[in-house]
């Protein structure tokens, strides 16, 4: 294993920074061929161009799920760098379906900037991620043609159960009634998914048997879980000059999160308040005044605490296993590190 992939939570390893320009490098060779407009739209998505097509250097991401899937791929002390090709189809595919999430829920700011649709509209903006995943099918497809019916086929299943998870959200959004299984089942689709595959991809890559590849994919699926409620919780509590989206965006919006679904579970008057609010108010977004509430009201129904509760016992579920998954010590410490920073980071 080499020296550079060990890890602590307090610093960020020097592994890390040289897996993150390289997969900066990889991203923007991978979609240097796109169709002159796409590529305008890429380019700002990823911070390379300002809107007007000039050279920028925003803020676009910190790579986690490329760098999860690069520590997969070392679980028996091999070089990170044979998985770039497994790392970049994930960033790419990721960051489609960002592209789109974007549509689907208004958002309109991304990193502290607008959202690509509104600038560019929504047309290009969907086929600015639909060219992003196609280009994702390709780097795999070419990276290991012998594999490529296998590792294809998991960003494909990967799609699949994003669509399934979408689908659900955006119906959620139309119910009233919706259960913490309801949610569980739809962020299996929308967040759990692309860990999974990374996870996945990774130990395809480092020519791991199948039940090690199966366990991987079970962590994987268990941490982009644990990264959606600590979305759901910035989505609520995030200080908006740290995660660049409008204050209380899932709130405004009345999105049914992990949260907000604990507090509806909860009894007494404050639940009877949030849920009048939450669902009787006139339709449309909250008002500014009308999240502050939600917030509050999430707050003394244990949304809130039981939100952090429950991402350290699933933390702690998903750690477990990696002492028998991954034999190379340096790799299980970084992967346990990734995960925890990430997990427990409530900015």
């Known amino acids: 294993m080499h ?44 911070g390379w161009q300002d809107e007007h097509g ?13 760098s999860l899937t690069l520590l997969a791929s070392c679980l028996n002390g091999d070089d990170w760098h044979q998985a770039l090709p497994a790392a970049l189809a994930c960033e790419l595919a990721f960051n ?14 991304r990193r502290g900037r607008p959202a690509v649709w509104t600038l560019f509209g929504e047309a290009a903006a969907i086929l600015a991620g639909n060219a992003l995943t196609a280009v994702a099918f390709d780097v795999l497809a070419t990276a290991r043609p012998a594999q490529a019916a296998e590792t294809t086929g998991w960003l494909a299943r990967t799609a699949v159960k994003l ?53 991987l994919a079970a962590f994987g699926n268990r941490l982009g879980l644990i990264w959606q409620l600590r979305n759901d919780y910035l989505g609520i509590w995030g200080d908006p000059a740290l995660t660049g989206k409008e204050p209380h965006a899932d ?27 939450y669902h009787h108010t006139p339709p449309g977004p ?42 190379d010590a340096a790799a299980r410490e970084a992967l346990s590190a990734l995960a925890t920073t990430f997990a427990l980071s409530y900015r």
């Open 251 to 277: 709130l405004k919006s009345r999105k049914k999160t992990y949260p907000v679904l604990v507090a509806l579970a909860h009894s007494g008057e404050e639940r009877e308040r949030f849920a009048d609010l």
């Open 286 to 327: 909250l008002s500014d005044d009308a999240a502050r509430l939600a917030a509050d009201l999430i707050e003394q129904c244990g949304g809130r605490e039981a939100t952090l509760r429950e991402t350290r016992r699933l933390l702690g579920d998903a750690l477990a296993p990696l002492e028998h998954l991954v034999p």
């Open 54 to 66: 000039h050279s920028s250097a925003q803020p676009s991401g910190r790579r986690r799920l490329g």
């Open 3 to 46: 020296q550079r992939l060990g890890a602590t939570v307090a610093h960020e390893p020097d592994w890390l920074r040289e897996a993150r320009g390289s997969l900066e490098a990889g991203l923007r060779a991978a979609v240097a061929e796109l169709e002159p407009s796409a590529y305008r739209a890429v380019a700002y998505y990823f």
């Open 96 to 109: 489609a379906a960002v592209i789109h999430d974007d549509i689907i829920d208004r958002d309109r700011t």
């Open 163 to 215: 669509n399934a998870g979408q689908l659900l959200d955006i119906r959620f959004e139309d119910r009233t009634e919706v259960t913490l299984p309801d949610y569980l089942a739809m962020v299996d689709g929308k967040a759990g998914a692309f860990a999974e595959c990374g996870c996945a991809l990774g130990a395809v890559f480092a020519g791991a048997d199948a039940q090690t590849v199966a366990g």
